[in-house]
């Protein structure tokens, strides 16, 4: 059973930027689909990117509206996926979570929070105005 660590939240100005980090043990993690999502306080888990399992390709997935801001990525050496975040607005402020998925998707599967077998504990970020 693979754990998940987020790290890399914080206090940021609008318009700064945020590298998130979340670091596997217990399994692979390139032999698993990764997400990120993120809660803010009284809404529902919203996803954000997916990056697809190992392989001879890789696909990346993004919410509308953070293509462009936002870039998930894979260390393998490091069992970490990051995301990288760039001109933050307030309203992203949120807990942010990755989440793992041990089953091949479709692309309309990344996004759906149920699809995902394991979670971090979440990693807050709060933009300022």
């Known amino acids: 059973q693979v754990q998940l660590i987020e790290s890399g939240g914080g206090l940021v100005q609008t318009g700064g930027s945020l590298r998130l980090s979340c670091a596997a043990s217990g399994g692979t993690i390139s032999s698993y689909s990764m997400g990120w999502f993120r809660q803010a306080p009284g809404k529902e888990r919203k996803f954000l990117a997916a990056l697809s399992r190992g392989g001879e390709i890789t696909y990346a997935y993004y919410e509308a509206s953070v293509k462009g801001r936002l870039t998930i990525s894979r260390d393998s050496t490091k069992n970490t996926v990051y995301l990288q975040m760039n001109s933050l607005k307030p309203e992203d402020t949120a807990v942010y979570y990755c989440?793992?998925?041990?089953?091949?998707?479709?692309?309309?599967?990344?996004?759906?929070?149920?699809?995902?077998?394991?979670w971090g504990q979440g990693t807050q970020v709060t933009v300022s105005s």
């Open positions: 989440a793992a998925d041990r089953n091949p998707r479709s692309s309309t599967g990344y996004g759906r929070a149920e699809n995902y077998d394991y």
